[in-house]
């Protein structure tokens, strides 16, 4: 490259610069969608909600959640994907969509490539429940009981590929019983059975047995992180029921489509920090059962290349196929 080719490539970069400046200060200009690929209730809808409410003051726009449910997240995925890199779609991103790439499921997209993360909002351990009528009270007594009786004990799932299925398997191996795998077509008919005993034990997020937990109708037996949970401070620890492998979190982020303007990408993951870090934004939160997770845009990117690679080693080891 001559001297007067550098000092052009310069200038053009100084320009492509500035003006990415100029954009971020003017952003948003107009109402920005959050799209969240599942329907209206979950607790990744919910964290949605409870984000577009709390950051819509401080970036002076109003923001819509549009649900766009269906193909087992690709519907709302691919939606974002093909979105303009402006920063005005929002995509929420969950387990799910780092366990996708790996089940075999045609996606019109690259999640590895097609995709800028802004920001892990929000995250909770998962926690092994079982039906109170199976005669155990702790870890060691269910895996006890458990090895007493191989293939007497299922344990349910919302389906294969889910993150209850995956957690599933990971308790599996890691204690090495003999539990046979039962898929539901979601999280909702996999706790009514498991409450009515036609499933014996279940793998999924804290936010979603919480309150059949605390109801009675469910029997917590250990939370899957390093540390107990503040919400269920009688509940041990993954690594002080002696599987220290079995460490999963359920966690919500929001991403963009990849090229949008780093400026756009800072702004919004301030937005986001700040709102989640307030008292407001903690209790909202709490009371989903759930804790602000805020990390930088590299650490949220670096998170969900990591959750790639750790489920897609899962599900190559237990053959597990999208539905």
């Known amino acids: 490259m001559t001297r007067l080719q550098r000092r052009r490539f310069a200038a053009l970069l100084l320009a492509l610069t500035g003006a990415g400046s100029a954009f971020a200060q003017a952003y948003p200009a107009k109402p920005i969608s959050v799209v969240v690929p599942y329907a209206v209730g979950g607790t990744t809808d919910i964290v949605a909600r409870i984000v577009t ?11 819509v959640v549009e649900n766009k449910a269906g193909g087992g997240g690709n519907i709302g995925w691919g939606t974002v994907a093909r979105a303009a890199p402006d920063g005005y779609t929002l995509l929420t991103t969950e387990m799910s969509f780092t366990i996708a790439p790996s089940l075999g499921i045609k996606q019109p997209f690259d999640a ?4 800028t993360h802004v920001v892990t909002a929000a995250s909770a351990p998962h926690v092994l429940v ?5 005669p155990a009270k702790t870890v060691q007594e269910f895996i006890a009981v458990a090895k007493a009786s191989p293939g007497k004990f299922n344990y349910g799932s919302g389906g294969n590929g889910t993150n209850t299925h995956l957690g599933g398997e990971l308790f599996k191996n890691a204690a090495g019983v003999d539990l046979v795998h039962v898929p539901y077509k979601g999280a909702g008919a996999v706790l009514q059975d498991l409450m009515g005993g036609q499933v014996q034990a279940l793998v999924t997020s804290l936010p979603t047995a919480l309150p059949h937990i605390r109801s009675g109708k469910l029997r917590a037996l250990m939370v899957t992180s390093d540390k107990r949970s503040p919400l269920l401070p009688d509940v041990p620890s993954a690594k002080e029921a002696g599987l220290p492998k079995v460490v999963m979190d359920f966690w919500v982020g929001f991403a963009v489509p990849a090229a949008t303007p780093q400026p756009v990408v800072d702004k919004l993951n301030k937005a986001v920090t700040d709102a989640l870090a307030s008292a407001d934004g903690r209790r909202l939160l709490a009371e989903q059962g759930l804790e602000p997770a805020s990390n930088t845009p590299a650490q949220a990117a670096q998170l ?10 899962v599900v190559k080891a237990a053959g597990i196929k999208a539905d």
């Open 130 to 134: 079982i039906n109170p009528g199976v």
């Open 53 to 63: 409410a709390q950051i819509g003051n401080s970036l002076g726009q109003t923001l």
């Open 112 to 115: 590895s490539k097609d995709f």
């Open 304 to 313: 969900v290349q990591g959750e790639m690679k750790r489920w897609g080693a």
